[in-house]
């Protein structure tokens, strides 16, 4: 089956240190984002990619970096100039030009600070 | 810019029908989603309104008109399984999609 995958489910991350998060699809979508949720917020955009080796900032993203080096792969690092982390993390694909702003999310990743 | 409105927490019994309501401001857009989260989980596709009117599929429908700035969706038949969060999201293409903070619907016996 068709899907998106994120890894891991939870995270921790200690004081100055940069964590990865793991996004795949097999869906062969062109178009993947990474969201950040915190509480009593709407989803927050923080990377997309519409092409391989291609990828453009959202509106948060200070503190973060990604790349594309595969279509089906899209990991998220926050680094340590990220100051406040912990948050729950989803990544998303979509297949623009077929009714493509459709997103398929996958089930998130809980980044929390020791 | 873009601003949704949507109500933080909604109550309503088994069997019943509920529906939430999602005003917005917005200079322009392509359609209107409504999601589903469970807690700690991924938002899941419910309907997608481009033009006015009611979209209907199976126990949930969405009604979109432009003129006033207003949506809503409606749950019939309310199952104890539909108690999560209901995302109102505006969308202008591609990556320009604008998120409401969600409805938290719970559903009781």
């Known amino acids: 089956d068709g899907g998106i995958t994120q890894s891991p489910k939870y995270l921790f991350r200690k004081e100055g240190q940069n964590v990865t998060l793991s996004c795949e699809q097999n869906?062969?979508?062109?178009?993947m984002y990474w969201y950040r949720q915190d509480p009593g917020q709407g989803l927050r955009l923080i990377y997309y990619s519409q092409i391989v080796n291609d990828f453009q900032k959202g509106d948060i993203a200070e503190g973060y970096s990604v790349s594309r080096e595969k279509k089906e792969s899209f990991p998220l690092t926050v680094t340590s100039a990220q100051k406040n982390p912990t948050a729950f993390y989803l990544c998303?694909?979509?297949?623009?030009?077929?009714?493509?702003?459709?997103?398929?999310f996958g089930s998130g990743t809980q980044l929390s600070v020791l | 810019g873009q601003n949704i409105d949507q109500p933080t927490e909604m109550t309503a019994t088994e069997g019943a029908i509920v529906q939430i309501n999602c005003t917005y401001q917005?200079?322009?857009?392509?359609?209107l989603f409504w999601y589903q989260q469970h807690a700690g989980e991924a938002p899941t596709f419910l309907s997608y309104n481009v033009l006015d009117g009611l979209e209907e599929k199976g126990r949930f429908s969405s009604f979109l008109s432009r003129s006033k700035g207003y949506s809503y969706l409606l749950l019939k038949e309310l199952q104890m399984k539909d108690s999560a969060s209901y995302l109102c999201?505006?969308?202008?293409?591609?990556?320009?999609?604008?998120f409401g903070t969600g409805t938290q619907l719970k559903v009781e016996l």
């Open positions: 999201v505006l969308g202008g293409g591609g990556n320009k999609l604008t």
């Open positions: 869906l062969n979508h062109d178009a």
């Open positions: 998303a694909s979509s297949k623009p030009g077929q009714g493509g702003e459709k997103l398929f």
């Open positions: 917005t200079s322009g857009f392509n359609g």
